[in-house]
């Protein structure tokens, strides 16, 4: 058979769904190759994979017996002013192309010494700006072991929503610490749920750098122990530890301040994450705060989000 690929998104990021189907057809015998209306011709079946649901569809006709779309992109609506996750507009890979290795010669410049994958799937929060308790269940649990996607990598991106949820946390934790690979949790960890075993393991992680979050305002009693701990524990800079800030969701703007000033002051770096940033009309205070936050050599010489907004405007 003759497959195609389309990575909607672009190819800015690998695209794991489709590097598991590239594997599983070439182990079959079947020709696959990306999709170009041009160059291609007719496929078999051509499948399209899409993780944003701000990205485009593909604009071009294809040339196929069967198209198979697939992906939150295609799954994701907007209803009322809210994204919401319908399942049933999504394709779940089936067991024997979900557990297979990845074929990472389709991104050979990103893969480059790169593992990606996952080790649970799921999130026990249900977070109303996240989709992974609808697509995954809320409930965190164990897929897979590292050896289905790593095999002597340098570099480990894990994809996992919530690893510290998940029942066998302390085994996938020495997992990733066996391999003496660097490890990347790009969906951050839950600094929720840590505790002073947790923190022991993961600084025995190779890492260059974690990712937490504070999302919801009201956590704050809960959170900033756990910040204090782990930053004990660790012994680590904020050049190694970063917190996702999520904005112009529910939080005012002197709430976002609060946190960005307060994660600062216990050493950590925070990350402005805006909420639907195509729809922020209104709301530049927002994109500066993001701009000033992010551009970690300003915000560590302009002390103020005042500061940063008089000088923007000379």
Known sequence: MKIGLIDVDS???????????SA???????????????????????YMSKVFSFSPDYPYSINADKIVRGGSGYAIKLVDGVEVYDKSADIDLPDGVEHIYPDYSLYPEMTKDTAYGFLTRGCPRGCNFCHVASKEGQCSVKVADLSKFWRGQKNIVLCDPNILACSEWK??????????????????????????EKAEMIRKLKVK????????????DIILPKFQMFKEVTGWGYRKMSVFVLVNFDTTFEQDLERVYTLRDIGYNPYV???????????????????????????????????????ELR
């Not at 599983?24 to 051509?46: F, L, M, Q, R």
């Not at 660097?182 to 840590?194: A, C």
Request: include cysteine; hydrophobic fraction near 35%; proline fraction near 3%.
């Open 11 to 21: 190819h800015n990021y690998p695209n794991l769904p489709l590097m598991k189907l």
């Open 209 to 220: 750098a974690v990712h937490f979050a504070w999302n919801r305002y009201e956590d704050k």
């Open 273 to 311: 994450m805006i909420y639907d940033k195509e729809h922020t009309t209104g709301r530049d205070d927002v994109r500066k705060l993001q701009r000033w936050v992010n551009n970690r050599r300003i915000f560590r010489t302009v002390n103020t989000f005042e500061e940063y907004r008089t000088g």
């Open 171 to 196: 085994n996938l934790l020495q997992q990733l610490i066996d391999s003496k690979a660097y490890i990347d949790v790009n969906q951050g960890l839950d600094i929720r749920l840590m505790t002073v």
């Open 24 to 46: 599983w057809h070439k182990a079959k015998g079947d020709n696959v190759e990306w999709y170009s209306p041009i160059t291609s011709g007719y496929c078999d079946i051509v």
